[in-house]
């Protein structure tokens, strides 16, 4: 069953679109959402919650329209916006509990939801001084911390790396990877930069002006591309030389040979071409796509 | 022994969510909170208590001095201050507390973005907007009732004469309070979710207040110079301490306290319906403002 599916959708602002006819299908899962600036990554997150109508189209989020049901999409989901949307004068843990109340919780429940998701994100003893003097990766754990007190389904985290160091970063990943695996939480999660997605995602969306670009798995992004990969030390033009009067199709990518696999004689052909020019061989290995060539 | 603290893991919650009754509930407490700065620093308490504080000294005052002169025999030529006067007599601390915490309310959620994490959560914008006039009116209505009621207190500790018409003013006073916490609160939140930043708020919600009664109180004066005393009673109906007292006068049968009492004949009625159209008309342009906001 898709978590999420669009048919459609289109959204237009004044003198610009910003979604065009976009139909998608999204499973349960950790699940990218890649586009540049602009390309209607937070209007498809707005729609999906509800808070945009779209301008022609239908979403479903968890079975439920985006129009008519969004009420019951949003006791079930969690937001996680892209800009900061924290008050500065009250501590985490009296915001926390604050939006673990509006969103359903009793209020006991409330609090020990708070203390444990504050944990879960990695706030511990600051979470009782004021929002307003906490650094961005502190703050950008209480933003994911709102998304998840209340237990939802599905998340939607908006560029939740956005603003912060590399090791920041770092950890914001592991924790949307554990989120989608430990606490099997579905996630769509939005960046403008493809290999963070492509660490943490099973699944990658890649829009580009409104229009869906590709949906797939990352593995099939990666998968082999039946092409063989070769360093030598020295002189690789005398073995792309050698392996072409075989009949293999060769063609030079800086220090790499690269080699289109005709059957399972090739390694052998490779191997013993080495072997008989007294070459060094550095290695051989199967390349595979990189998901950057979807842009190229 | 080891001290290592275990990590328990995720865990689901599954206990009740209360519905959208409870979280609109939840929305009007912490707003309430929030306007006396409560859950917050220090700093943000000083103001609303201390003010707080000034507008319970004339009342105690007065019961002091009521009490001392009943004691020497003088009860009879000292009276408590008129219950539905006092408002009127403390309206300038009145707007201080309006301009100083009419923004706590109305813009910081603007400011600070944080309406996207109400609006992702089962609350519609209308539920949003009659929690913080809810809070803001209880909170202004605490502020203007608890003098009051002590005077009341007073007046049966100090055995006031004719306890019985103590008793119906005091209850009329209540209800006035009620009318002037609920045209007050709408006029400094309208004011205040047009102004961001929170000092310009404290400044404009101020400034209406003092442009307002000084302009009603020259075109009075001049009138009155003029013998035009149906247009300066008229004129009161564009200062809102005058307004809401003109209501108290018509409906609550007190005794004027405003500068002008509303002018006989059609000018009671007209002043109530004034009174309630911008009671509506406030949470009509508050709905309008968040509306704008929540879609950004």
Same mark, same amino acid.
């Given at each position: 069953?898709?978590?999420?599916?669009?048919?459609?959708?289109?959204?237009?602002?004044?003198?610009?679109?910003?979604?065009?006819?976009?139909?998608?299908?999204?499973?349960?899962?950790?699940?990218?959402?890649?586009?540049?600036?602009?390309?209607?990554?937070?209007?498809?997150?707005?729609?999906?919650?509800?808070?945009?109508?779209?301008?022609?189209?239908?979403?479903?989020?968890?079975?439920?329209?985006?129009?008519?049901?969004?009420?019951?999409?949003?006791?079930?989901?969690?937001?996680?916006?892209?800009?900061?949307?924290?008050?500065?004068?009250?501590?985490?843990?009296?915001?926390?509990?604050?939006?673990?109340?509006?969103?359903?919780?009793?209020?006991?429940?409330?609090? #020990?939801?708070?203390?444990?998701?504050?944990?879960?994100?990695?706030?511990?003893?600051?979470?009782?001084?004021?929002?307003?003097?906490?650094?961005?990766?502190?703050?950008?754990?209480?933003?994911?911390?709102?998304?998840?007190?209340?237990?939802?389904?599905?998340?939607?985290?908006?560029?939740?790396?956005?603003?912060?160091?590399?090791?920041?970063?770092? #950890?914001?990943?592991?924790?949307?990877?554990?989120?989608?695996?430990?606490?099997?939480?579905?996630?769509?999660?939005?960046?403008?930069?493809?290999?963070?997605?492509?660490?943490?995602?099973?699944?990658?969306?890649?829009?580009?002006?409104?229009?869906?670009?590709?949906?797939?798995?990352?593995?099939?992004?990666?998968?082999?591309?039946?092409?063989?990969?070769?360093?030598? #030390?020295?002189?690789?033009?005398?073995?792309?030389?050698?392996?072409?009067?075989?009949?293999?199709?060769?063609?030079?990518?800086?220090?790499?040979?690269?080699?289109?696999?005709?059957?399972?004689?090739?390694y052998d052909v490779i191997r013993d071409s080495v072997a008989d020019l007294g070459l060094a061989l550095v290695r051989m290995e199967n390349r595979r796509h990189r998901i950057e060539e979807v842009f190229s | 022994m080891t001290s290592v603290i275990h990590d328990i893991g995720y865990r689901h919650y599954d206990g009740k969510r209360l519905g959208r009754a409870y979280a609109v509930r939840s929305l009007f407490t912490h707003n309430l909170r929030a306007a006396y700065g409560l859950g917050r620093p220090v700093k943000a308490k000083i103001m609303p208590f201390l003010l707080g504080a000034i507008m319970l000294m004339p009342a105690a005052i007065s019961v002091a001095v009521t009490a001392i002169a009943a004691q020497v025999g003088a009860g009879r030529d000292i009276q408590l201050i008129r219950y539905s006067a006092y408002a009127i007599y403390l309206q300038p601390l009145i707007a201080i507390f309006l301009a100083a915490q009419a923004p706590v309310l109305a813009s910081r959620d603007l400011r600070f973005h944080v309406t996207p994490l109400y609006f992702s959560r089962p609350m519609s914008r209308l539920d949003y907007v009659l929690a913080k006039y809810g809070a803001f009116t209880t909170a202004l209505y605490m502020l203007l009732?608890?003098?009051?009621?002590?005077?009341?207190?007073?007046?049966?500790?100090?055995?006031?004469?004719?306890?019985?018409?103590?008793?119906?003013?005091?209850?009329?006073?209540?209800?006035?309070?009620?009318?002037?916490?609920?045209?007050?609160?709408?006029?400094?939140?309208?004011?205040?979710?047009?102004?961001?930043?929170?000092?310009?708020?404290?400044?404009?919600?101020?400034?209406?207040?003092?442009?307002?009664?000084?302009?009603?109180?020259?075109?009075?004066?001049?009138?009155?110079?003029?013998?035009?005393?149906?247009?300066?009673?008229?004129?009161?109906?564009?200062?809102?301490?005058?307004?809401?007292?003109?209501?108290?006068?018509?409906?609550?049968?007190?005794?004027?306290?405003?500068?002008?009492?509303?002018?006989?004949?059609?000018?009671?009625?007209?002043?109530?319906?004034?009174?309630?159209?911008?009671?509506?008309?406030?949470?009509?342009?508050?709905?309008?403002?968040?509306?704008?906001?929540?879609?950004?």
């Amino acid at each position: 069953m898709s978590i999420i599916a669009t048919r459609g959708l289109s959204m237009r602002f004044p003198g610009v679109l910003a979604l065009d006819q976009l139909t998608v299908d999204i499973e349960p899962g950790v699940v990218g959402l890649v586009g540049a600036n602009g390309a209607g990554k937070s209007t498809l997150i707005k729609i999906l919650l509800g808070l945009l109508e779209p301008t022609s189209g239908q979403a479903q989020v968890l079975g439920f329209d985006a129009a008519r049901d969004s009420m019951k999409i949003r006791e079930l989901v969690g937001y996680m916006p892209e800009h900061d949307c924290l008050p500065p004068d009250v501590s985490a843990t009296e915001f926390i509990v604050h939006v673990a109340r509006i969103s359903g919780l009793p209020p006991t429940a409330a609090r #020990e939801r708070a203390a444990d998701t504050l944990r879960h994100v990695g706030l511990y003893e600051e979470r009782y001084r004021p929002i307003g003097g906490y650094s961005t990766g502190m703050r950008q754990r209480v933003k994911l911390a709102q998304a998840l007190v209340h237990d939802p389904k599905l998340v939607f985290l908006d560029e939740p790396t956005n603003g912060l160091d590399p090791a920041g970063r770092d #950890e914001m990943l592991a924790l949307v990877r554990r989120i989608g695996g430990q606490f099997g939480i579905s996630v769509l999660v939005t960046s403008h930069l493809l290999g963070e997605l492509e660490r943490v995602a099973d699944h990658l969306v890649i829009i580009d002006g409104g229009r869906l670009l590709r949906s797939q798995a990352v593995s099939a992004f990666t998968q082999v591309s039946g092409v063989l990969v070769v360093e030598v #030390e020295e002189e690789m033009d005398r073995l792309g030389e050698h392996l072409a009067r075989t009949g293999l199709h060769v063609r030079p990518d800086g220090r790499l040979l690269l080699i289109d696999i005709a059957d399972e004689s090739t390694y052998d052909v490779i191997r013993d071409s080495v072997a008989d020019l007294g070459l060094a061989l550095v290695r051989m290995e199967n390349r595979r796509h990189r998901i950057e060539e979807v842009f190229s | 022994m080891t001290s290592v603290i275990h990590d328990i893991g995720y865990r689901h919650y599954d206990g009740k969510r209360l519905g959208r009754a409870y979280a609109v509930r939840s929305l009007f407490t912490h707003n309430l909170r929030a306007a006396y700065g409560l859950g917050r620093p220090v700093k943000a308490k000083i103001m609303p208590f201390l003010l707080g504080a000034i507008m319970l000294m004339p009342a105690a005052i007065s019961v002091a001095v009521t009490a001392i002169a009943a004691q020497v025999g003088a009860g009879r030529d000292i009276q408590l201050i008129r219950y539905s006067a006092y408002a009127i007599y403390l309206q300038p601390l009145i707007a201080i507390f309006l301009a100083a915490q009419a923004p706590v309310l109305a813009s910081r959620d603007l400011r600070f973005h944080v309406t996207p994490l109400y609006f992702s959560r089962p609350m519609s914008r209308l539920d949003y907007v009659l929690a913080k006039y809810g809070a803001f009116t209880t909170a202004l209505y605490m502020l203007l009732a608890t003098p009051v009621t002590i005077l009341y207190i007073g007046a049966l500790v100090t055995k006031q004469k004719h306890i019985g018409s103590h008793t119906v003013h005091w209850l009329a006073a209540l209800a006035g309070c009620l009318i002037f916490a609920l045209v007050l609160a709408g006029l400094g939140l309208v004011v205040a979710a047009f102004t961001p930043r929170r000092g310009f708020g404290v400044t404009a919600v101020m400034a209406v207040y003092l442009l307002s009664t000084t302009a009603v109180a020259a075109v009075q004066g001049i009138a009155e110079n003029q013998t035009q005393f149906g247009v300066a009673q008229w004129a009161g109906m564009f200062a809102p301490f005058n307004l809401v007292d003109g209501v108290q006068v018509w409906a609550l049968r007190a005794k004027a306290s405003a500068p002008e009492p509303p002018p006989s004949g059609l000018g009671g009625p007209v002043f109530t319906l004034v009174c309630a159209a911008l009671i509506v008309g406030c949470v009509a342009i508050l709905y309008l403002r968040f509306r704008k906001a929540g879609a950004k």
